[in-house]
T-cell receptor
Framework: AQSVTQLGSHVSVSEGALVLLRCNYS??????LFWYVQYPNQGLQLLLK??????LVKGINGFEAEFKKSETSFHLTKPSAHMSDAAEYFC????????????FGAGTRLFVKA | ETGVTQTPRHLVMGMTNKKSLKCEQH?????MYWYKQSAKKPLELMFV???????ENNSVPSRFSPECPNSSHLFLHLHTLQPEDSALYLC??????????????FGPGTRLTVL
């Protein structure tokens, strides 16, 4: 069965510091992997996704993630945090025939200190 | 992204009330979802509709009843809810194609409080 584990329910960084949010997945078939972000009082929106091809994926707002099959990881990074990056981040894997079901991680709340 | 709208944004109801949540997508998608988001719990998939047919029902209690009259509209009918049903209910849609690589687009959610 497919699953997603996000390490750390809360991460705090200083403005300008590196952001690293960790995600590990379990899948018996090649996965499609996603990172979504949720700002307060809003729904989730896509940051980036990995389907096939290049393992380093670039997304919006300067975020990127690298698919590492050997480590079953899809960690999200950003070189320099901005106050506006404070939000909750969800890693997800798409599974099932036709990919109808998406399994979401529990989420990591990112705090950015001035 | 304003392609998926949800109404109402906030709802307070008693345990004996009947209410409905509405979701509408303007993206030409053919699959729609209901999720429940509770504090400190992962996002829970409740229902999936593809081409207006239910393809997934994750053992949701019968007090939640979905309806998908066409590919643009999705409803969640609520009756005799419990306080533990208080949560943010999110609707999402996608253009479903084989493989599962398509992005889901989410609405802003309905914040439901059951008294």
């Amino acid at each position: 069965a497919q699953s997603v584990t996000q390490l750390g329910s809360h991460v705090s960084v200083s403005e300008g510091a590196l952001v690293l949010l960790r995600c590990n997945y379990s899948s018996s078939v090649p996965p499609y992997l996603f990172w979504y972000v949720q700002y307060p009082n809003q729904g989730l929106q896509l940051l980036l996704k990995y389907t096939t091809g290049a393992t380093l994926v670039k997304g919006i707002n300067g975020f990127e993630a690298e698919f590492k099959k050997s480590e079953t990881s899809f960690h999200l990074t950003k070189p320099s945090a901005h106050m506006s990056d404070a939000a909750e981040y969800f890693c997800a894997v798409s599974v099932g025939t036709g990919g109808f079901k998406t399994i979401f991680g529990a989420g990591t709340r990112l705090f950015v200190k001035a | 992204e304003t392609g998926v709208t949800q109404t109402p944004r906030h709802l307070v109801m008693g345990m004996t009330n009947k209410k409905s949540l509405k979701c509408e997508q303007h993206l030409g998608h053919n699959a729609m979802y209901w999720y429940k988001q509770s504090a400190k719990k992962p996002l829970e998939l409740m229902f999936v509709y593809s081409l207006e047919e239910r393809v997934e029902n994750n053992s949701v209690p019968s007090r939640f009843s979905p309806e998908c009259p066409n590919s643009s509209h999705l409803f969640l009918h609520l009756h005799t809810l419990q306080p533990e049903d208080s949560a943010l209910y999110l609707c999402a849609s996608r253009k479903a194609r084989a493989g599962g690589a398509d992005t889901q687009y989410f609405g802003p959610g309905t914040r439901l409080t059951v008294l």
